[in-house]
């Protein structure tokens, strides 16, 4: 096998005096979709925050062990926060456009912001990550009018054009269709597979079926603890631990 | 609400006792006074300001300079071009500082300076306005006389407060998450601040320079000793400016009728122009 994209290991997060994930170890391949399942607070979400140092502006929130992505440690010191969430895209649980932008503008914001001019250049990024994320043929007439026209499950692809255009190494999403129909979740699924030639998923997930249709991987957390991560087929069918198979199998969460 | 669902009790709810349906009447009538009491001196000052003064409002008003003690005809020219002049002077202080304020309240909870910060920003609030005066007093006018740019500047510390006040509550009306959006695209956070939250509240961050402007254009006590008022129009920001509070108290405490029609006037006009500033505020809230 080749070299994981991402490597944590024995990573604890602190709120406080609160812990909410316990020494977590775990790999990532590259170009493949992984789903975190689990109950509400079972530190699922924390964790996957911390893939992209967004616990930095958190009052009081600790981030311990090691975060390898492609042989760099995220949280090594004089590791800059910001060139490293340029390299780890983030899709939010809830659509969240920046409100006074257009809808290209919204695509391009990553590029824009930071200086890049050249129109054509930009016009090139957004039909791609438009095209990436399966919004350009609805929105290629309506490129200038404001993102927040748009309709819900519109909005939170925008959000993931938004963030493919900035070519992310890694594109963690906290359980990106939770606010969505099930027509607008059935899009976003379908969207996942052909961006894996593109990327990596990281996938928080509140629905196991979810999971089991769209990711290669799957990881059980329960309190904290990563309970068990393997191919999701194995994990769904024949779970190595009792934990496990009662979560999948419905019997609580 | 209570009073409108309170003005028809008797009818509406048969089942009511004489005693509530009378304590009810009580309180509605109640409420309908204070109401009353609360609406009344601003309906009577306009009004007495309308009879008194719309009839000095004529194009002498806003084309002249205030005639010589005791003769007739004149105008605050001197007065509406000296408070436009100071007031702009004043935003630049004020929206500047009192932006930067704002959101460093806003965005930088954890810093350690963040609650000395706020303390003084409240504090500052409550310094009468006439302190602020002698502020500028002592900070200018002392080495350079009395000047536009003097009333400006105690203006502009008035402004600081409430631009700063209203500035960090609309930037906490911007969801967090739109901000970690901007972040996890790998902007920096000043960027984010500076191009993806400051846009999105900057209909309530001008409504609150309004609201600043409005209430900071009425003040007289802080001029008295730092722009000290000009017979004259001046465009010399470092010579004495007059302004329409400033002419409002010379002309109402004048013994001449010419002088205080004309500082009527002038009130009037003061109240219109606080009028339509409140008006254009609530609109740039609510567009968007």
């Known amino acids: ?19 909410a994930v316990r020494g977590v170890n775990l790999s990532i391949e590259r170009g493949t979709v992984n789903a975190l399942i689990g109950p509400s607070g079972c530190g699922k979400t924390t964790f996957l925050r911390a893939i992209n140092r967004m616990h930095d502006l958190t009052p009081g929130a600790r981030v311990t062990g090691r975060i390898v992505l492609d042989g760099e440690d995220m949280y090594a010191p004089g590791v800059d926060a910001v060139a490293m969430r340029r390299r780890v895209g983030m899709v939010f649980q809830k659509p969240n456009p920046f409100p006074t932008m257009s809808v290209f503008d919204n ?21 791609r990550s438009l095209r990436g994320a399966a919004l350009w043929d609805e929105v290629k007439d309506r490129l200038k009018t404001p993102a927040t026209g748009l309709s819900g499950g519109q909005q939170q692809r925008l959000c993931i054009a938004r963030a493919l255009a900035v070519e992310p190494e890694l594109l963690l999403m906290d359980e990106p269709t939770s606010a969505l129909d099930p027509a607008s979740t059935a899009r976003i ?15 928080v997930t509140h629905n196991m ?24 087929d194995q994990v769904f069918t024949s779970p190595r631990d009792e934990r496990t198979e009662a979560y999948v199998t419905g019997r609580f969460g | 609400m209570s009073a409108r669902s309170s003005a028809l ?42 009879r008194e003064g ?27 071009v000296g408070s436009l002049q100071m007031l702009a002077m004043a935003s630049v202080l004020g929206v500047g500082v009192g932006v930067a304020g704002g959101i460093f309240l806003a965005e930088y909870p954890r810093h350690p300076l963040m609650p000395t910060v706020r303390m003084l920003s409240d504090v500052l609030a409550g310094i009468p306005a006439i302190v602020m005066g002698l502020v500028a007093y002592g900070l200018i006018v002392l080495q350079f006389g009395f000047s536009g740019l003097a009333g400006a500047v ?18 906490k009306l911007v969801p967090l998450t739109v901000r970690e959006a901007g972040l996890s695209l790998g902007l920096p956070q000043w960027l984010v601040i500076l191009r993806i939250v400051l846009p999105a509240a900057a209909g309530g961050i001008v409504t609150g320079v309004m609201l600043a402007l409005a209430r900071v254009a009425g003040e007289a006590a802080p001029l008295l000793f730092t722009a000290f008022g000009n017979p004259l129009v001046s465009l010399d920001p470092t010579k004495p400016m007059s302004a329409l ?40 809230s609510r567009r968007r």
């Open chain 2, 54 to 80: 719309l009839g000095a409002m004529n194009l002498d008003f806003f084309t002249r300079t205030p005639a010589p003690e005791g003769e007739t005809g004149g105008g605050l020219l001197n007065a509406i």
């Open chain 1, 107 to 127: 695509v391009v914001s990553g590029l824009k912001l930071t200086g890049v001019r050249d129109r054509a250049r930009l016009m090139e990024v957004a039909e």
């Open chain 1, 1 to 19: 096998m080749s070299t994981p994209l991402l490597t944590a290991q024995d990573v604890s997060i602190h709120y406080g005096d609160k812990q």
């Open chain 1, 189 to 203: 699924e379908d969207l996942m597979t052909g961006l894996k030639k593109v990327t990596t998923i990281l996938i």
């Open chain 2, 245 to 284: 509070p400033l002419e409002i108290f010379r002309g109402a405490t004048s013994a001449y009728d010419e002088n205080q029609r004309l500082a009527k006037a002038g009130a009037l006009l003061l109240i219109l122009i606080i009028f339509a500033t409140s008006l254009l505020a609530r609109w740039a």
């Open chain 2, 9 to 50: 009790p008797a009818r509406s709810r048969p089942g009511l006792s004489p005693a509530r349906r009378a304590r009810n009447l009580l309180m509605g009538a109640l409420i309908g006074l204070s109401t009353v009491i609360v609406v009344a001196p601003l309906i009577l000052i306009f009004g007495y300001l309308l």
């Open chain 2, 154 to 171: 105690a203006l502009g510390f008035l402004m600081i407060p409430i631009v700063v006040r209203t500035t960090e509550e609309v930037l």
């Open chain 1, 209 to 232: 079926h979810q999971a089991a249709r769209v990711s290669d991987t799957t990881s059980f957390f329960l309190n904290g603890d990563l309970v068990e991560h393997g191919v999701t």
